[in-house]
C-alpha cells in the first residue's frame, strides 16, 4: 500500500514535536497475557532475525528521511522510543546502530530523550555502560511485580530481585531516569505483594514507575486460562483498590501522577515519547507492526518481521493501513487523552454540549476545574473511560 502525505500534512513535521518509535519484535519466551506483536526464534524459524531486522528498519528510516527532505520539511527528532518485544535481547551494540541510523537521517534536538525498553534478564552492568555511550538517555525495565507466585501467573521468567539489581545497574552506568513497569490485579496477587513490589520500586530509587492493571486480552494463554476457569478474572473492584494503593504510596514517596497510569518525580522524569502521542503530536514508527502518525495522517506497518524485511528489500515501504482522520475525529481523540493527563482537558475547546457533559463530571465528583481546565480527580482517574464516554458522546 502507497502512502502519500500532502505537503500541508508534511508541513506539520515543522511545527510539532517529532518522535521516532522503533518496534523490536523479537521475545525470548512468549508472556502469557501479552497480545503484542513479537516473536520468539521458534515461532520465526529462518524466516527472520535480528539482523534482517535491523537492515529492514535501516530501509524504513532512509524512506522516511527522503520523503521528509523530498518536502523540506526535516527536522530533529526530539524523542527516541525503542520498544518492543524485547530490545535488549538484540544488545547494546545494535541497539546503538538503531540511535546512530536516526541520528544521521533526521539529526537528534539538543537534549533529546532516547529511551529503550529492556527486561532485567537480559541486562548486565556492561550492557548499561554500552547504551549510555550509544547515546541512550533513558532506561524501562519491565518488573511487573516482585512475588515470585505473581511472576509465573504472568509467565515472566526473570526473579522477583532482577529489576532492581538491572535499576541500580543502569543508575550506576549514569542514567539519571530510568523507569519500572508493574501489572497490578494478577490473579493471586494479595495487599501484601503489591506492597513488596512498592518497596522494591521505592528501594530501586527510580525516577519514574507505570502502572498497569491487568488485562485480560483476547487471543492469549492468560484469557484461555480464564476462560477454562484455571485462574479467575481479574475482579474489577480489586483493581481499583489496588490503584488507590499504588497511588498512595508512590505520591507519599515524592511520585506524582502524570497521566492515569503514569507517576514520575518532576517535569525532567516524564516520559517525553509518551508524552508526544497523549498531545497528539507527529512521530514515524519504524519496524514491524508499528504505528505512525503526522498531521492527522495514521499508518501502520506489516506484522511479520520476514514480509516486513522482503518489502524494504523490494523497494516498497511496508504499510498495512492508512486511515485520514477527520478534524472531528482528532478533536474526539484529543479529549480522549487529555483527560487522562494531569494537565488535564482545555473546556475552551469544548462545544457547548461537550461543556455541559464535562460540568456534570464535575459537579459528581468525577472531576475539578482549575483555570480553564477540568482535571480528573483520584475517583475520576478510576472511571476515566467513563469520563470520557459521557464527553465525546456528547460530540
Known sequence: MELNLSADVLATVRTRAFGVYVHVPFCATRCGYCDFNTYTAGELGSSASPDSWLEGFK????????????????????????????????GAHMLGEVV?????????????EVTTESNPESTSAEFFSDLKGAGFT???LGMQSAAEHVLKTLDRTHTPGCAVDAAREARAAGFDHINLDLIYGTPGERTRDLDASLDAVLEAGVDHVSAYALIVEEGTALARNVRKGIVPSPDDDVLAERYEHIDRRLSKAGLTWYEVSNWSSGGQAECHHNRGYWNGD??????????????????????????????LEGGDLP?????????????????????????GLDLTALSERELHAANSCVTDGL????GSRMILTKRGRLLADGVVRRIVSAT
Not at 69 to 89: E, K, Q
Not at 323 to 343: C, K, N, S, W, Y
Request: charged share 15%; aromatic share 8%; glycine share 12%.
Open 100 to 112: 546512530s541510523t536516526i541520528r544521521t537521517t533526521f539529526g537528534l534536538a539538543p537534549n533529546a
Open 282 to 311: 507527529n512521530w514515524w514508527g519504524a519496524g514491524p507492526g508499528a504505528h505512525s502518525h503526522i498531521g492527522g495522517v495514521r499508518w501502520w506497518n506489516t506484522k511479520h518481521p520476514a514480509r516486513y524485511a522482503q518489502q
Open 319 to 343: 504499510v498495512a493501513g492508512v486511515e485520514f482522520l477527520t478534524p472531528a475525529e482528532q478533536h474526539v481523540e484529543g479529549i480522549m487523552l487529555a483527560v487522562r493527563m494531569r494537565d
Open 367 to 370: 472531576a475539578t476545574v482549575v
Open 59 to 90: 530501509r524504513e528510516i532512509a524512506a522516511a528521511g527522503k520523503i521528509f527532505s523530498d518536502s523540506d520539511c526535516s527536522r530533529p527528532a526530539d524523542t527516541i522510543f525503542v520498544g518492543g518485544g524485547t530490545p535488549s535481547l538484540i
Open 138 to 140: 533513558r532506561v524501562s
